[in-house]
């Protein structure tokens, strides 16, 4: 039966002679041609910038759910450190202060703002344990990396080798708005609001940890303020909740800008080794070995912190052609395999997952190849890119960058190209490295073919974020280990590009097609940071093997 909202009820068949005189339109089935479209390709900004800019617009920290109040935690100084034992009664005694309760991360204050809050949290006096990373920092981590490269094999006999081997640190997230998580947990039933780029798996996991059914758990997606795979996971949104059921109280949970760099998810660092083979003036084998960091836990789930405990040391896994070795180029024999050493270490898909250092790494070795063979890095790509779309990008880039103009000493431009996700990108770089410790990209040319780009400004501003990224993590942002924990705390010193660190001129040409869409908001960064890697190599002379270049 069909039920109304007011509680009127009617039998399927006592309907069906009204039914049957509703008649359709016929709808063709045809896509209505590229011509007729009034929305789907043309520049469009978004509804909701104004709301973005001036400040009005509404995130998590900005709800106000009845009772909820402002609640931080103190976490470990160390990865996966654990609470011993912890003084509260200063805390307690404080103005504003409504609980103290421990939770898998560390100790929780909920207080009547976070002002309160805080200051109660800096009254703990709190015995916590290393972390079992607590002897490890990063020339260990490096090394343990190094050795869990796999071997490229024998290269082809009567061939010349251009060889490579690559570092890339360790990498947060970073978004503008912190984690933040409002939680009403109640004995039969929770509400949580947060940021979130999975919920159906966050609601599954927060039932689990809170122990209702999930059919109790409603879960409410709220704007968030960056993401770049950080909001996969839902740290936050299980600890508030843990947190509100400890309490007995609706909360709201924000990590700091510390606690999400000491303690949130990152890239793994890791190690790559690349050999590309060439006789009678072209490349007749390409290798790519490399290893990662991948996070060791026990269990089912991590704890809210992130904070587990180490299940092995070194494993080396024989693989076929890695993600990014997906034959750009016609380059003989192309190979890869990969290993991890495994750490009990907060991990997350930072973006463009593995493309952002495997491509970048190839990019750095295609521009020593055309080196070693007396060829210009385009005209070494054009002559090499199997696909025409690819070569249309970077002839694109090339002709929009006045690609070879000269340059004084100490700047250069820099070149490369990436496929992926049905999509090709191709960037050039201009680069003002006159002081190598404090370069400067000047200009950034992208060109994209992404298919039907649905929205030609949304596709801008995308590679225009990924220009930033890639400088960013070329020349200046990293997380170091020490002795187990972050070292870095803040924006002062995990160095993201800011304004003064941007382009002087961005420019991005869009590729007219009528294909399919193809994906985007990953698809600028691998280019771009490789691009970035080779202006500065160009303007330096020199052969940047560690990144970021300044760490």
């Not at 299980?238 to 949970?253: D, F, G, N």
């Not at 896994?317 to 180029?329: C, F, R």
């Not at 298919?451 to 801008?460: D, I, M, S, Y």
Request: some cysteine.
């Amino acid at each position: 039966m069909v039920v109304a909202p007011d509680g009127r009820t009617a039998t399927f068949g006592s309907l069906t002679a009204a039914a049957a005189r509703i008649h359709r339109p016929d709808v063709s089935s045809r896509p209505k041609p590229a011509s007729k479209h009034k929305v789907i390709g043309r520049p469009t900004g978004r509804i909701d910038a104004r709301d973005i800019v001036t400040g009005s617009a509404k995130y998590a920290g900005d709800l106000e759910v009845a009772g909820a109040k402002p609640t931080v935690v103190a976490r470990p100084p160390t990865l996966g450190g654990r609470l011993v034992s912890v003084d509260d009664r200063a805390a307690r005694a404080m103005p504003g202060v409504h609980a103290v309760v421990k939770v898998a991360g560390g100790v929780a204050v909920v207080a009547e703002s976070f002002h309160h809050a805080f200051k109660a949290r800096d009254a703990l006096r709190i015995t916590w344990r290393p972390g079992p990373l607590a002897s490890l920092s990063d020339a260990a981590i490096r090394s343990r990396l190094r050795a869990a490269v796999p071997s490229v094999g024998a290269p082809p006999r009567g061939s010349a080798q251009v060889e490579g081997e690559f570092e890339f640190a360790f990498v947060s997230h970073a978004p503008m708005e912190v984690l933040t998580a409002v939680a009403d947990v109640r004995a039969d039933r929770a509400e949580i609001w947060f940021s979130s780029q999975t919920p159906m798996d966050a609601r599954e996991s927060i039932a689990s940890a809170i122990g209702l059914p999930k059919s109790k758990v409603r879960v409410h997606v709220v704007r968030g303020g960056g993401s770049f795979g950080r909001r996969l996971n839902h740290d936050a949104a299980i600890e508030a909740a843990l947190i509100s059921k400890a309490a007995r109280r609706p909360v709201k949970l924000m990590w700091s800008r510390g606690d999400d760099i000491r303690h949130g998810r990152m890239r793994g660092a890791s190690h790559h080794r690349i050999r590309a083979s060439h006789a009678w003036g072209r490349v007749v084998a390409f290798s790519h070995a490399m290893a990662s960091v991948s996070e060791s836990y026990e269990g089912q789930g991590l704890a809210a912190q992130g904070g587990v405990a180490v299940r092995g040391g070194v494993t080396t896994v024989a693989a076929g052609p890695l993600p990014s070795d997906s034959g750009l180029y016609n380059f003989g024999r192309v190979s890869g395999s990969s290993g991890s050493v495994e750490l009990a270490m907060p991990l997350g898909a930072w973006r463009s997952v593995d493309s952002g250092t495997m491509r970048t790494a190839e990019e750095i070795v295609v521009d020593e190849v055309a080196a070693e063979l007396g060829k210009d890095p385009v005209a070494f790509r054009r002559g090499t890119l199997r696909n025409k779309a690819v070569k249309a990008v970077l002839d694109k880039v090339a002709a929009a960058g006045n690609w070879g103009r000269p340059l004084p000493s100490g700047q250069a431009q820099g070149v490369a190209v990436h496929e992926e996700y049905g999509s090709c990108v191709a960037c050039l770089v201009e680069i003002d490295a006159t002081d190598p410790k404090n370069p400067r990209v000047t200009k950034v040319v992208m060109a994209a073919d992404v298919g039907t780009a649905v929205n030609p400004r949304g596709l801008e501003a995308q590679l225009m974020g990924t220009a930033v990224d890639g400088i960013s993590t070329v020349l200046r942002a990293g997380l170091h280990i020490d002795r187990g924990a972050v070292r870095e705390g803040s924006f002062a010193d995990f160095r993201y590009a800011r304004q003064q660190h941007s382009p002087l001129r961005f420019e991005a040409h869009i590729m007219p097609s009528r294909r399919e869409p193809g994906g985007a908001g990953e698809l600028g960064v691998p280019a771009a940071a490789g691009a970035v890697a080779n202006a500065y190599a160009r303007a330096t002379r020199t052969r940047p093997r560690r990144f970021p270049i300044n760490f």
